[in-house]
């Protein structure tokens, strides 16, 4: 630069920093996986974020906003297994066990048939071509940003999976009654750190839980709100109920920082939500999101970019499934 810094306005300087800082963000993102670029379908399937977009508009219209989180967190438990290689969507036959039977799965994530659909439709304009890792990965932003929340660019060339893992599913997936400690190591396993694990969870801005899943904290936690212990336990009884449904936060339909605000409030609908603000190591970081909703957006962002480079398979790996919940024959 020809010119010195103090010529500089305030502004520019903070866009410099800025310029700067998505520079490297770039180059930080390509030595994580130098085989996924945001280019990789620009001439083979150039409609492919409209498709994925008209489809998530779609079903979000037509069934509930619900389905925004569903798919985000199908994308979560896709990349903690072996990598976002698709291997959740398969479903179980006589003669294959997949991942969706899962503890941390059964009965609990949704949302395929929408992959499945918009799968479908991608295959009208671009046959054999996109993966459903992929397809899952960009739906998974879409919802997001349809639901007001940030966007971010989605690095694509993943491959599908021939094979899925129960046993890893259970093994890697956290469990709702993880403790911080737990959480930060089961994370740290996939290359995450706990900032990137406390802004993943802001996820929980967005969906419900079933009665099973935080029965134990809203009748035996103390350091809980009781009016928001007394509000669940009305859906949630002591017994029974156990697939009763509850949002995270009160405004389950729209991407935003409450979440976090009301971890502040203690109230936090799982225990292991909780964990992020009890007195340990996250509770600065939560608190500055509960008054900062861009701090979120932006690491929220950045983590899920992270999460969705974990060990794809690229290249000659793996296949284009042609239907998601089938490997090809
Ligand atoms: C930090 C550890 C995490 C734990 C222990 C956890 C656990 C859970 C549990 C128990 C549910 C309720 C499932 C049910 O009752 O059927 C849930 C729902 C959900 N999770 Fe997480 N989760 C974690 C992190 C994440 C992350 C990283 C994401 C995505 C980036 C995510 C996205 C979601 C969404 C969107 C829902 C609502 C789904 C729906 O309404 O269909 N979660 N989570
Ligand atoms: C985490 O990083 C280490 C060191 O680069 C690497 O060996 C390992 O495979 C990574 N783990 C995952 C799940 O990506
Ligand atoms: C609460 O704790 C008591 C005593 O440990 C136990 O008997 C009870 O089953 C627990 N209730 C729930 C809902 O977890």
Same mark, same amino acid.
């Given at each position: 630069?020809?010119?010195?810094?103090k010529? /500089?306005?305030?502004?520019?300087?903070?866009?410099v920093?800025?310029?700067?800082?998505?520079?490297?963000?770039?180059?930080?993102?390509?030595? #994580?996986?130098?085989?996924l670029?945001?280019?990789?379908y620009?001439?083979?399937?150039?409609?492919?974020?409209?498709?994925?977009?008209?489809g998530?508009?779609?079903?979000?219209?037509?069934?509930?906003?619900?389905?925004?989180?569903?798919?985000?967190r199908?994308?979560?438990?896709?990349?903690f297994?072996?990598?976002?290689?698709?291997?959740?969507?398969?479903?179980? %036959?006589?003669?294959? %066990?997949g991942?969706?039977?899962?503890?941390?799965?059964r009965?609990s994530?949704?949302?395929?048939?929408?992959?499945d659909?918009?799968?479908? =439709?991608?295959e009208?304009v671009c046959?054999?071509?996109?993966?459903?890792?992929d397809i899952?990965?960009?739906?998974?932003?879409?919802?997001?940003?349809?639901?007001? @929340?940030?966007?971010?660019?989605?690095?694509?060339?993943r491959?599908?999976?021939?094979?899925?893992?129960?046993?890893d599913?259970?093994?890697?997936?956290?469990?709702?009654?993880?403790?911080?400690? %737990?959480?930060?190591?089961?994370?740290?396993?996939?290359? /995450?750190?706990?900032?990137?694990? %406390?802004?993943?969870?802001?996820?929980?801005t967005?969906?419900?839980?079933?009665?099973?899943?935080?029965r134990? =904290? #809203?009748?035996?936690e103390?350091n #809980?709100?009781?009016?928001?212990?007394?509000?669940?336990?009305?859906n949630?009884?002591?017994?029974?109920?156990?697939t009763?449904?509850?949002?995270?936060?009160?405004?389950?339909?729209?991407?935003?920082?409450?979440?976090f605000?009301?971890?502040?409030?203690?109230?936090?609908?799982?225990?292991?939500?909780?964990?992020?603000?009890?007195?340990?190591?996250?509770?600065?970081?939560v608190f500055?999101?509960?008054?900062?909703?861009?701090?979120?957006?932006?690491?929220?962002?950045?983590?899920?970019?992270?999460?969705?480079?974990?060990s794809?398979?690229?290249?000659?790996? @793996?296949q284009?499934?042609?239907?998601?919940?089938?490997?090809?024959?």
């Open positions: 630069m020809s010119y010195s810094f010529l /500089l306005g305030r502004f520019d300087i903070i866009f920093v800025i310029v700067a800082s998505q520079v490297l963000i770039i180059m930080s993102s390509s030595t #994580i996986n130098a085989q670029s945001r280019s990789f620009a001439s083979t399937c150039p409609l492919l974020v409209p498709i994925v977009r008209g998530m508009r779609q079903a979000i219209r037509n069934n509930e906003p619900r389905m925004a989180a569903s798919i985000l199908l994308f979560f438990h896709d990349c297994v072996n990598g976002c290689d698709g291997s959740i969507l398969l479903d179980d %036959t006589a003669t294959f %066990t991942e969706q039977n899962a503890f941390p799965n009965n994530v949704r949302g395929m048939e929408v992959i659909d918009i799968k479908a =439709r991608v009208r046959s054999n071509t996109v993966s459903c890792a899952l990965a960009l739906a998974a932003r879409e919802g997001v940003v349809l639901l007001g @929340g940030p966007s971010w660019v989605v690095p694509l060339g491959r599908d999976s021939t094979t899925a893992s129960q046993s599913a259970n093994r890697d997936l956290p469990g709702p009654r993880s403790d911080l400690a %737990t959480l930060i190591s089961q994370f740290g396993n996939k290359n /995450l750190s706990a900032t990137d694990m %406390t802004a993943l969870s802001g996820a929980h967005l969906g419900l839980s079933q009665c099973v899943n935080f134990s =904290r #809203i009748y035996n103390t #809980i709100d009781s009016a928001f212990a007394a509000t669940r336990q009305a949630c009884p002591f017994s029974g109920g156990d009763n449904l509850a949002p995270f936060d009160g405004s389950q339909n729209s991407f935003d920082n409450n979440y605000r009301q971890l502040v409030n203690k109230r936090g609908l799982l225990h292991s939500d909780q964990e992020l603000f009890n007195g340990k190591s996250q509770d600065s970081l500055a999101y509960s008054r900062r909703p861009f701090a979120f957006f932006r690491d929220f962002a950045s983590a899920m970019v992270k999460m969705g480079n974990l794809p398979l690229t290249g000659t790996n @793996g284009i499934r042609k239907s998601c919940g089938v490997v090809n024959s």
